[in-house]
Nanobody, 125 residues
Framework: QVQLVESGGGLVQPGGSLRLSCGTSGFRLDHYALAWFHQAPGKEREVVGCISSNGNALYRDHVKGRFTISRDLARSAVDLQLNGLKVEESGVYYC???????????????????WGQGAQVTVSS
């Protein structure tokens, strides 16, 4: 059974950092890609970045250099390090997989079959 569970959300000031973790079960991260989505209030759920089964990570331009996706196969988890957070990056962060080996920044939410419950990130002063 495929399961994903996000953890690590919270409240930070602008410019602050937070580390999210996506724990997985029921599939192998070295077989299938995992994507991180962000949904700001009132907006569409959008890909932030993703990591393919070969370990290659991709990032949207506006987060490149500040966000980092890493994989720990031993604990079946994918982390999202959020640095230099901006107010507009508040919202819910989800991890998801479509049980395919590759992911792309052009992916959109309906392509993904399995989702975590989401982690709330609030960036506020």
């Amino acid at each position: 059974q495929v399961q994903l569970v996000e953890s690590g959300g919270g409240l930070v000031q602008p410019g602050g950092s937070l580390r999210l973790s996506c724990g997985t079960s029921g599939f192998r991260l070295d077989h299938y890609a995992l994507a991180w989505f962000h949904q700001a209030p009132g907006k569409e759920r959008e890909v932030v970045g993703c990591i393919s089964s070969n370990g290659n990570a991709l990032y949207r331009d506006h987060v490149k250099g500040r966000f980092t996706i890493s994989r720990d196969l031993a604990r079946s988890a994918v982390d999202l390090q959020l640095n230099g957070l901006k107010v507009e990056e508040s919202g819910v962060y989800y991890c998801a997989t479509h049980l395919g080996p590759k992911c792309y920044l052009s992916d959109y939410a309906p392509q993904y079959d399995y989702w975590g419950q989401g982690a709330q990130v609030t960036v506020s002063s």
